[in-house]
Nanobody, 120 residues
Framework: QVQLVESGGGLVQPGGSLRVSCAASGFAFRDYAMGWWRRDPGTEGELVANIRSDGASTTYAESVQGRFTISRDNAKDTLYRQMNSLKPEDTAVYYC?????????????WGQGTQVTVSS
């Protein structure tokens, strides 16, 4: 079955950096777009970044543009998220998501999520 396992979240000071990974299994990782979502308590989830199946195209939410970088290694079935210049408003639970096609914004599976807290 499809599994997405995130790792690397935690507590970081404002202005700091964090790198998170998502190990995928149970499906042909290289055939699907992937993305990172985040959710604050009481709000709907936000797609902060997504990447095409071949890694050639990426999109970012305006709130993270220029600070977050999404990447993937199809040989390792792994998705990454590099977060720089972190702000307190980046505090949220972040989820790795699998899209339903090679490119697009329709998602059909998410991992368990990891907490990122930006605080001094």
């Amino acid at each position: 079955q499809v599994q997405l396992v995130e790792s690397g979240g935690g507590l970081v000071q404002p202005g700091g950096s964090l790198r998170v990974s998502c190990a995928a299994s149970g499906f042909a990782f290289r055939d699907y777009a992937m993305g990172w979502w985040r959710r604050d308590p009481g709000t709907e989830g936000e797609l902060v970044a997504n990447i095409r199946s071949d890694g050639a195209s990426t999109t970012y939410a305006e709130s993270v543009q220029g600070r977050f970088t999404i990447s993937r290694d199809n040989a390792k079935d792994t998705l990454y998220r590099q977060m720089n210049s972190l702000k307190p408003e980046d505090t949220a639970v972040y989820y790795c998501g699998k899209a339903s096609s090679v490119w697009g914004r329709n998602y059909d599976f998410w991992g368990q999520g990891t907490q990122v807290t930006v605080s001094s």
